[in-house]
């Protein structure tokens, strides 16, 4: 019976464990934040999130994305917005409270999953890395600036312009450069 | 039983893998179920009420899993539940980890009913000539899981006389199991190794081998594997026009009714063994009230 009472103990703890590490929150919860007044003398940035591409490479597109309302038919999921730049905000920080405010789904694989130490966005609007064609993903600019590390670690600026684009070519169709190492289809 | 294992190994052969074939590559929810189904049952009609309830002790826990499974990873979808650790948890993925987990469990049935049906002999037969090495590793694969299981209650058995398994705690049942299986495993690398020194002195590898069968194509196979090749044309030609062309992302579609021929065919399909088995019972216990 003695050790019953241990191997209970020890799944009470593994269970305490695991619920501690949960943070369940309602949709409505989630999207609850509000844009921030500009006041003046407060630092913002813009935000454009772009994926006018995939209209050239629409053979490319998954089937199941060109059925209903899933994309906006100019390409812009979110036009150039203003949102406030908060105190050591990287770029991925802006997104998510852009997303959030605007109520747009987006899906990232956080810090701890990859060998970069950086956050990395899989889909935004139910677009998705490879959703259209083997070389397709998301990727960012800032004031026109290809990106150079991952989201998470870049900090913009008071007035910076930040715009999330969706390539089909690795980067070649808007004309970021291409690393000479990748780009194998 | 009898009315399934007396076909011809061809015949079995064909059913099984268009059965399985179709169960595994066509993504399409009444599909899934139609097999799922069509295992269910057959798997009924071969075990009795008790060995299936057990079985399904497994694939209970099984399907739950995977369905609890896929929205961990899956974030995609319009109908959003709730999040966790900020990511969506969404009602496709919900659907799509039951319908990925109905697809497993439908497999892993249907390859049982086929343990039983398409047994070691079938296969040296059907296979023995073409590829006799790998027909002969397959055999003793399907061999293997049974023997497996009949040595594990064997040393339970033993280590029950010994006077083990007297514990109520269930922290020593558990242990009790792991000494079963450390045994277990001790004896199956130990049999591996004589299997093959025996092999070795019977004369396998020495040359061609032959095997005895009383096996002969009769009526019966021919309308079976005549049903079994229009249906499964039929399925074939609903999936290859994307009659049965089904997204759970970004949303689920809907079923539309221009599938539902080839799914019918699929259902009829996949029914057809239970049918036989059951007929088969009806008139055995037909025969016996008569005498």
Redesign the interface.
Known sequence: MKKDILLIFVLVLFAVFVIRGVDIRSVDDYYDAHPEEVRPGSKTVTLSIDCRTIYDHYDDLEEALKKGEYLPKDGWILPETTIVLEEGDSVFDVLIRATRIYHIPMEYQGTDQNIYNSVYVQGIQYLYEFSCGPLSGWTYAVNGEPADVGCSMKKPADGDKITFIYTCELGRDIGFPVPETGGNP | MRALEKFHPGVLFVYFLAVLSVTMFVRHPMITAASLLGGLLLQRSLDGRKRFWKDMGFYIPLLALITVTNPLFS??G?T?????????VTLEAVACGVHMGMMIVAVLLWCAAMNRLFTGDKVMYLLGRIAPGLSLVFSMVLRFVPQFRKKRKEIMTVQKAMGLYTS?????RLLSSVRVYSALIGWALEHSMEVGVSMKAKGYGQGRRTNFHLFRRQKRDSGFLAITLVLTCVTLTGVLTGKT?Y?F???M?RVENGCLWAVAAFAVLAVMPFILAEEEKCRWNYYLRKT
Do not use: E, I, R
């Open positions: 974030h995609n319009v959003q539940l709730f999040f966790l650790n900020g990511n969506a109520k705690s269930y922290t020593d062309h997204d992302y970004p949303a579609d």
